[in-house]
């Protein structure tokens, strides 16, 4: 057990109604702070755009990326107009680590998507995440302390945040500043990879805000 602190979401006839929308179900966490880098990551148990509840135990043993997005937002364009966030999603996956796109925004606030057409953006755009997320409450936001799209967190093998900020070091809207960025999540994963301490364990997240 990460913490022994929780909350749930979702009783009786409510949870029947969250499972249905793809709502958070629970969250275990700090409820005096967002999840801390260095030590174990907030547990959560949310269902995915498929309808399939997905937890942070359910991989526990693997390395887990946690991408924070919102398809209106110009900083996540930014990523995956070009192709980059999905090439970044590949590479990942190749070395067995779970990608989870988290949709935090509220039902009727900008960024929004039912899981029908989550699913069916992610497709349009060639976004392979193992599961995208509907945070629909932003309970698992709030326990992350997630504040902006992107917003980026890696959780190693044994369940503890080894990183947690911005995707790359430049600022900007602009895809022509991806191949001059340093980006902070691949190399997070490399040292991880590799058996190493993550070099640049936190960073400044930039972007849209989650719209909660």
Known sequence: MLDRRSFSIGLGMAA??????????????????AAEVGKPAPSFSVVDATGKVRSLAEFRGRTVVLEWTNRDCPYVEKHYGGGAMQR??????????????????????QGYLPPSQALAHAARVGATPAAILI???????????ARTTPHMYVIDDQGTLV???????????SPADIAKANNYVAGALADVKAGRPVALPTSTPYGCSIKY
């Not at 109604?17 to 702070?33: C, E, M, R």
């Open 16 to 33: 029947a109604a969250a499972l249905s929308a793809g709502a958070l179900i629970s969250v275990t966490a700090n409820a005096a702070a």
């Open 88 to 109: 970044l999603q590949s590479d990942a996956a190749r070395d067995g680590v779970v990608w989870l796109s988290i949709i935090s925004s509220a039902p009727g606030k």
């Open 135 to 145: 945070d629909a409450s932003g309970a698992m936001g709030r326990a992350y302390g």
């Open 163 to 173: 990183y947690a900020g911005a995707i790359d070091d430049r600022k900007s809207t």
